[in-house]
């Protein structure tokens, strides 16, 4: 049972940060540049340190 909990939980928080980085993306660099971040780093932006996932 913990370990669906733990799955349910991972699988919210990814669907969660794959949010923020559509919607960071929307924006134009011109847009983004006062906060210096550009539309290809928004998914950076939001995943946690050590989390890369590899494809």
Known sequence: M????????????????REAAREGSQFSDPELRPIRIRRSD???VVRPKGRRTQW
């Open 2 to 17: 913990i370990a669906l909990k733990m799955t349910s939980e991972k699988i919210t928080a990814w669907l969660r940060n």
């Open 42 to 44: 928004s998914e950076d």
